[in-house]
């Protein structure tokens, strides 16, 4: 079992970067495979990028490609979501998920741990 705990999110201009944390408890935080998802206002919850245990390997929604960056320690328990050049299209609730399986998933019924989330809003 694992615990998420998100920090980093705030209010930030259009153009302009965060980075979000996710911060595990537990000593098997390695063993698992980690993504971020996002959930704007009125829509559903949708993923935004995974990220193997090994760091290895990552995956991104398109909408953020080439803007945004997952990545994970797993000395410090953490994974990283490095997101630049903001648009007012990525204000929504990040929230860091947890999964078991070692396989690639981008659903949300996939992921057994999920963090309390944390609110983005990018102003134009």
């Known amino acids: 079992q694992v615990q998420l705990v998100e920090s980093g999110g705030g209010l930030v201009q259009a153009g302009g970067s965060l980075r979000l944390s996710c911060a595990g408890s537990?000593?098997?935080?390695?063993?698992?495979?980690m993504a971020w998802f996002r959930q704007a206002p009125g829509k559903e919850r949708e993923f935004v990028a995974a990220?193997?245990?090994?760091?290895?390997?990552?995956y991104y929604v398109d909408s953020v490609k080439g803007r945004i960056t997952i990545s994970r320690d797993n000395a410090e328990k953490t994974v990283y979501l490095q997101m630049d050049s903001l648009k007012p299209e990525d204000t929504a609730v990040y929230y860091c998920?947890?999964?078991?399986?070692?396989?690639?998933?981008?659903?949300?019924?996939?992921?057994?741990?999920w963090g309390q989330g944390t609110q983005v809003t990018v102003a134009s």
């Open positions: 537990g000593s098997t935080f390695s063993s698992y495979y």
């Open positions: 998920a947890a999964r078991s399986s070692s396989l690639y998933s981008r659903e949300r019924y996939a992921y057994d741990y």
């Open positions: 990220i193997t245990r090994s760091g290895s390997s990552t």
